[in-house]
Every structure is written in structure tokens, then in C-alpha cells.
């Protein structure tokens, strides 16, 4: 069984037992947290689409560890005008992990 959940603004597959890296969450390291935003739910084909969510159905999850992603470099150039920029920047993320699906 499977469901695809939003999570602070984004769109995940979500299973039990998997571990999803999303937007940094406010809560503490082992917390427990809930999302209630589900958009569709698959039980062994049998498929729910919410309008625009499922009723009845939440995601239980707890907080893994908050960590940094790898960093990512923005190279900007224009050419022959000896213009060269380079940022980067980490996002914050936090490592979840399903515990329970409620359908």
C-alpha cells in the first residue's frame, strides 16, 4: 500500500518503512508528526484519487534527524564580458520515517 502525500508544499509517495527527506520541519529530532494531506491512496490496485484530498485518510511519521542537503553551485557567465558569478547554497532538510498509514 502506498499513498501520495503533500508535505510542506511537496508532493511525496509514501510507504510504510521508507525514509523521505523533505523541507525542514519545526518539530524536534524524534518527535512524532501527522500529515492529513492526501491526495490519492493505493491499496493493492484499488486506487482513491481525493477531491482535492481523501477523506478520513492521515500519514503518521516521526523525525529522524535534521541535516543539511549537498551543496549546490550556481555558475553564472556572460561571455566576452568578463562577467563571472558563482553562489551555493544547502538546503536544510529533515529525514523522516513512515511509521503508519491510516486509509
Same mark, same amino acid.
Given at each position: ?11 511525496? @509517495?509514501?510507504? @510504510? ?12 529530532? !524524534?518527535? *512524532?508528526? *501527522? ?5 490519492? #491512496?493505493? *491499496? ?6 481525493? #477531491?482535492?484530498?481523501?477523506? !478520513?485518510? *492521515? ?22 564580458? !568578463? ?10 532538510? #529533515? ?9
Amino acid at each position: 500500500m502506498y499513498v501520495i502525500v503533500e508535505i510542506a508544499g511537496q508532493q511525496f @509517495k509514501a510507504e @510504510k518503512g521508507r525514509k523521505l527527506y523533505v523541507h525542514r520541519l519545526q518539530e524536534a529530532e !524524534g518527535a *512524532s508528526v *501527522s500529515f492529513d494531506r492526501v491526495l490519492l #491512496t493505493d *491499496s493493492d490496485g484499488q486506487v482513491k484519487v481525493g #477531491t482535492p484530498v481523501v477523506k !478520513g485518510a *492521515s500519514v503518521k511519521a516521526s523525525i529522524v534527524k535534521h541535516l543539511k542537503d549537498d551543496k549546490v553551485l550556481v555558475f553564472k557567465k556572460k561571455r566576452r564580458k !568578463g562577467y563571472q558569478k558563482l553562489n551555493g547554497h544547502r538546503q536544510y532538510l #529533515t529525514q523522516i520515517l513512515i511509521e503508519e498509514i491510516v486509509a
